[in-house]
Nanobody, 121 residues
Framework: QVQLVESGGGLVQPGGSLRLSCAAS????????MGWYRQAPGKQRELVTT???????NYADFVKGRFTISRDNAKNTVYLQMNSLKPEDTAVYYC???????????????WGQGTQVTVSS
């Protein structure tokens, strides 16, 4: 089995910064793409950003220039640096990874449990 565990959420004032982390553990052979999604109350889950194993990144327009995704393949960890946060960034942030695990199908999709980010004064 594979687990994704997020950390780093919390309450921050508008204009502030937070850094989220997501560590994958378990019977992992290899991790391909990793990413972050978010879901605000009453809204559907939406893509925030993704990063390939080689480091190619993709960002939703609403976070370009403010958020930065990175990863450490040796630690099976992905990070999300969030700057210039706005109240509309308030949501539960979910980590996602495409993982080839021992005993599993190649490139199965795994999700973290989510971490709350609240931007408010």
């Amino acid at each position: 089995q594979v687990q994704l565990v997020e950390s780093g959420g919390g309450l921050v004032q508008p204009g502030g910064s937070l850094r989220l982390s997501c560590a994958a553990s378990g019977s992992i052979i290899r991790i391909d793409a990793m990413g972050w999604y978010r879901q605000a109350p009453g809204k559907q889950r939406e893509l925030v950003t993704t990063i390939s194993r080689s480091g190619t990144t993709n960002y939703a327009d609403f976070v370009k220039g403010r958020f930065t995704i990175s990863r450490d393949n040796a630690k099976n960890t992905v990070y999300l640096q969030m700057n210039s946060l706005k109240p509309e960034d308030t949501a539960v942030y979910y980590c996602h990874a495409e993982v080839w695990a021992r005993g599993g199908s190649p490139w199965s999709s795994y999700w973290g449990q989510g971490t709350q980010v609240t931007v408010s004064s």
